[in-house]
């Protein structure tokens, strides 16, 4: 995951033993993440409430809900940059609760992070942006074999034109791009997007669904994007649920969300 994930630090994090993170034998055994029964709160504000869900090998889950109804801080419990109140939450079968940082870092190696605003080292260029998580996490690649990632990524991602390029001359599609980029850099087998088609044209939004639709195709990894956008969550989710109020309204495809006559579902596919 890129570095600045990776480097993340939390006083609260107290350090438990870790097993050794490995892969399954059987690749569809374990699930690449199992949230179960998941309470978040801040203060007196009651984030997540009895939420579980899980995302198998190669699939693609978005997770909806209006602004404040905790998909943000679901991201960050699965990435270990924030632990449950209660709750478990296990990520390539491990649970990540009492981590120390140098537990989760192996961890973290495995999911590639796109925040929701691309997050982009206004100093550096794409190709520097995109190449900081293997310089700082890869030492035993040779910097000629980094170069050739970085080209890779920025290839499939369609920026490879573009690497000279600093930030602040990006649309904000091409930030957008960057960030894939640098959360593809590391090869990683979960892919987090945060909002990935916030503020962006309908064409910019067409591009990056297609983009993702492609990564998928092409990599067959495992995919948990939170977006409000239902047009985006129906054209690259296998699965969706919907969260109001910190809990779990729905889960399902988005015909079983159509078919739905639970309230909230149905107004909240009507404003859609």
């Known amino acids: 995951m890129n570095s600045t994930l990776a480097n993340a630090r939390s006083s609260s994090r107290t350090t438990?033993?870790?097993?050794?993170?490995?892969?399954?034998?059987?690749?569809?055994?374990?699930?690449?993440?199992?949230?179960?029964?998941?309470?978040k709160a801040f203060g007196q504000q009651h984030v997540l409430n009895g939420v579980s869900l899980t995302v198998n090998p190669g699939e693609t889950r978005a997770v909806l809900g209006r602004s404040?109804?905790?998909?943000?801080?679901?991201?960050?419990?699965?990435?270990?940059?924030?632990?449950?109140?209660?709750g478990t939450v296990k990520v390539f079968g491990e649970n990540t609760t009492g981590l120390s940082l140098d537990q989760l870092a192996p961890i973290r190696k495995k999911m590639g992070f796109l925040f929701q605003h691309a997050a982009l080292y206004d100093s550096l260029n794409v190709a520097e942006n995109v190449a900081f998580p293997l310089r700082h996490h890869r030492a035993d690649m040779a910097r000629s074999e980094q170069n050739d990632r970085v080209r890779q990524v920025l290839y499939e991602v369609g920026m490879e034109n573009q690497s000279a390029k600093m930030p602040a001359d990006l649309s904000g599609g091409m930030q957008k791009r960057t960030g894939l980029a640098r959360a593809l850099v590391l090869d990683p087998e979960l892919l987090l997007l945060d909002e990935p088609t916030a503020g962006l044209d309908p064409m910019g939004s067409a591009e990056i669904n297609e983009l993702v639709l492609k990564l998928q195709k092409e990599h067959h990894m495992a995919f948990i994007v939170v977006t409000h956008d239902m047009h985006s969550a129906r054209t690259i989710a296998n699965r969706l649920t919907l969260l109001n109020k910190g809990c779990v309204v729905i889960d399902g495809s988005f015909e079983e969300l159509q078919d739905s006559s639970i309230e909230f579902v149905r107004e909240f596919l009507k404003h859609s």
């Open 68 to 86: 404040g109804t905790g998909k943000s801080v679901l991201l960050r419990l699965i990435v270990g940059l924030q632990e449950p109140d209660s």
């Open 16 to 39: 438990r033993p870790v097993a050794n993170v490995q892969e399954s034998s059987n690749g569809d055994a374990t699930p690449i993440v199992n949230v179960e029964d998941v309470y």
